[in-house]
């Protein structure tokens, strides 16, 4: 056990959880008036929801004892023989500090879809598809990519979750949004951010907890968490400018939104590869990043899907790009592992692989669990309850009192 | 009596303001309002998706004056408010049978 890294990730831990308070702002600001509560409650409640399911059967299924690459066994179930000293993949941290580092990203991922059903979903039933999505899909992938599973053996590169959090996030939330279907009124009456401002702050803290996130993911106080932090920052600035470069030529005017949009683009981006890449490969990640999601984004309109809140476009073009950008960008002297650039074009194919993998499984996963939790309970709201808002139709509050 | 509506530029409400003040009219009410006429509203840019805003924001301004103070009252908001610019707003001009003060009782041109 080694007391410095045991200190720092003890940090980490709790700059991965501010993130989901910052993603319920980010998302709430986002969303209408009448429906401010119900986005934030939809991040807000998976602190208490997926970190229940964690520490039950979540951390067991993905860090137990490998079955055949597939699934952990359940020997962590409710915990048992997770204790303070160091266990399950680190030798240098307490047991517990590891698995509760790793509850915070299972908090945080499922909090990302429910950009995609905003302003339309009961509670009731969004809770029930929760649960399953960890059990069914999170706990698996992390499994398969960080907890002994087929992906990371196959040499996958996921530094710190482009495919784990991000990839999946986004393809369950396609799944979504194509079950829901599209929210009254869209495509035909402005559905436009009802607090900016609020949105800003939500990025803001984004930014500051994917520090924790994505250099804790080193695991230990050393040059690799340093290198990740750097590069994790990097580039993030880089999508920033991206973003609003294209915006810019795009319609004439850069945004607030898309300085918070293009952020969280890069921070996406850099995810998997930032403790791979260098610096100033971070800097052409998140560059390139910050443009390709504003093209992810517009997917949407092209396609008629009604992806609220642009989780397709965001995280799962971004988590896919950064995928693949790992495999071109990896150089061994910062991670152990080279990519396309230094001359190792397996590892590019390895990472598409990956990308389909995740794609195709959690996509179709999850599209099969909005399904069954849509046929026993019904996700949609009424129409009336839609009109009124999800504020005082699922919770009975308003979140303004004017 | 004639009520003057005015329906203007926000950030014009000072100036026009002034403008009546320094005719001697003593008081008008002020309200936020929202509408459009050959403005059309205005565009609005959210990722890369466009919406029309029909509705912007206005203010308007109404006064009662005696008959012998509407042309100058008229021509005073004008000068006041007018940019040149489309949505600059519009003034509407009703007959005003008559203006009762609350606290005293008086009636007609006494009691604007």
């Not at chain 1, 996921?158 to 009254?184: C, I, K, N, Q, T």
């Not at chain 2, 309200?31 to 890369?48: L, T, W």
Request: proline share 3%; net charge neutral; glycine share 14%.
């Amino acid at each position: 056990m080694n007391a410095a890294d045991t200190a720092f990730i003890l940090v980490c831990a709790a700059l991965v959880m501010f993130m989901t308070p910052g993603l319920a702002l980010f998302y709430a600001g986002m969303a209408r008036a009448k429906n401010v509560l119900g986005t934030a409650m939809h991040s807000i409640v998976m602190l208490g929801v997926a970190t229940v399911v964690w520490v039950v059967v979540g951390y067991t299924l993905a860090f137990g004892t490998d079955a055949g690459g597939l699934i952990g066994g359940l020997d962590y179930l409710f915990l048992s023989g997770v204790g303070m000293e160091p266990g399950g993949p680190t030798a240098n941290l307490p047991h517990l500090l590891f698995m509760v580092f790793q509850c915070m990203f299972a908090v945080i991922t499922p909090a990302l879809i429910t950009g995609a059903f905003a302003e339309r979903i009961r509670f009731g039933p969004f809770v029930v598809f929760s649960v399953l999505w960890l059990v069914f899909v999170y706990s698996p992938m992390c499994h398969w990519v960080w907890g002994g599973g087929w992906m990371g053996a196959m040499g996958a590169l996921d530094f710190a979750g482009g495919a784990v959090v991000h990839m999946s996030s986004g393809a369950a939330a396609l799944a979504a949004a194509l079950v829901l279907g599209r929210r009254r009124g869209f495509g035909t009456e402005p559905i436009v951010p009802h607090n900016l401002p609020m949105t800003l702050t939500g990025a803001a803290i984004l930014w500051f907890g994917w520090f924790g996130f994505n250099a804790g993911s080193a695991l230990a106080a050393n040059g690799a968490a340093a290198n990740a932090f750097v590069t994790t920052h990097v580039a993030a600035a880089a999508a920033l400018i991206g973003w609003l470069v294209v915006e810019k030529l795009h319609h004439g005017r850069a945004t607030t939104l898309g300085a918070a949009s293009g952020a969280v683009a890069g921070l996406v981006a850099i995810t998997p590869a930032a403790g791979f890449v260098t610096p100033m490969a971070a800097l052409a990640i998140g560059l390139v990043g910050g443009a390709v999601c504003y093209g992810g984004v517009l997917l949407k309109n092209r396609f008629g899907y009604d992806d609220s809140l642009d989780v397709v476009g965001i995280h799962g073009v971004g988590g896919t790009w950064g995928a693949l950008a790992t495999g071109v960008f990896a150089v061994e002297s910062v991670g152990g592992a080279s990519g396309l650039l230094a001359g190792n074009p397996g590892q590019l194919w390895i990472q598409f692989l990956s990308v389909v993998a995740t794609w195709a499984y959690c996509f179709t996963v999850s599209y099969v669990l909005f399904k069954v939790v849509d046929a026993v309970m019904g996700l949609r709201v009424s129409p009336e309850d839609e009109l009124n808002g999800l504020d005082v139709s699922q919770h009975s509050e308003a979140g303004y009192q004017l | 009596m004639k009520k003057i509506e005015i329906i203007t530029r926000p950030f014009k409400l000072d100036e026009v303001k002034a403008a009546l003040t320094e005719l001697g009219i003593q008081g008008m009410t002020v309200s936020d309002v929202r509408g459009f006429g050959r403005q059309r509203g205005h565009k609005e840019v959210y990722r890369g998706a466009e919406y029309q805003v029909d509705f912007v924001p206005k203010v308007k301004i109404e006064v009662v004056v005696a008959d012998d103070m509407l042309a100058q009252a008229l021509a005073a908001v004008q000068k006041a408010a007018r940019t040149n610019q489309i949505g600059d707003g519009k003034i509407f001009v009703s007959t005003v049978d008559d203006v009762v003060r609350i606290r005293t009782g008086e009636t007609g041109n006494e009691a604007i």
